[in-house]
């Protein structure tokens, strides 16, 4: 089974940077697109950022210019790097991938989610 393992989360002052990281593991062909999700209390979840294996990436608005996203294709890890804070960032954040396994001599490929890590921005 596929695991994918974030880090990073935590408490910083508005103005500060953080960066996530997130690692998958287990039986993996390929990983394709890569992304970052928000979820606040009370929201939908939405995307903030994401990036394909060929490295084209796509930022929501409220995050262009502050917010990098990077892979590392050999460790199957996606970061995200969060600078310029501000408390509307608070949220938990979950990363997010497409991996391809082989079961036997068939591919399957489908979605698979972190557990979650807290970012909370002070004022």
């Known amino acids: 089974q596929v695991q994918l393992v974030e880090s990073g989360g935590g408490l910083v002052q508005a103005g500060g940077s953080l960066r996530l990281s997130c690692a998958a593991s287990?039986?993996?062909?390929?990983?394709?697109?890569m992304g970052w999700y928000l979820q606040a209390p009370g929201k939908q979840r939405e995307l903030v950022a994401e990036i394909t294996s060929g490295g084209s990436t796509n930022y929501a608005d409220s995050v262009k210019g502050r917010f990098t996203i990077s892979r590392d294709n050999a460790k199957n890890t996606v970061y995200l790097q969060m600078n310029s804070l501000n408390p509307e960032d608070t949220a938990v954040y979950y990363c997010?991938?497409?991996?391809?396994?082989?079961?036997?001599?068939?591919?399957?490929?489908?979605?698979?989610w972190g557990q979650g890590t807290q970012v909370t921005v002070s004022s």
């Open positions: 997010n991938a497409n991996i391809t396994r082989y079961i036997g001599p068939d591919s399957f490929t489908r979605s698979y």
């Open positions: 287990g039986s993996i062909f390929s990983v394709k697109t």
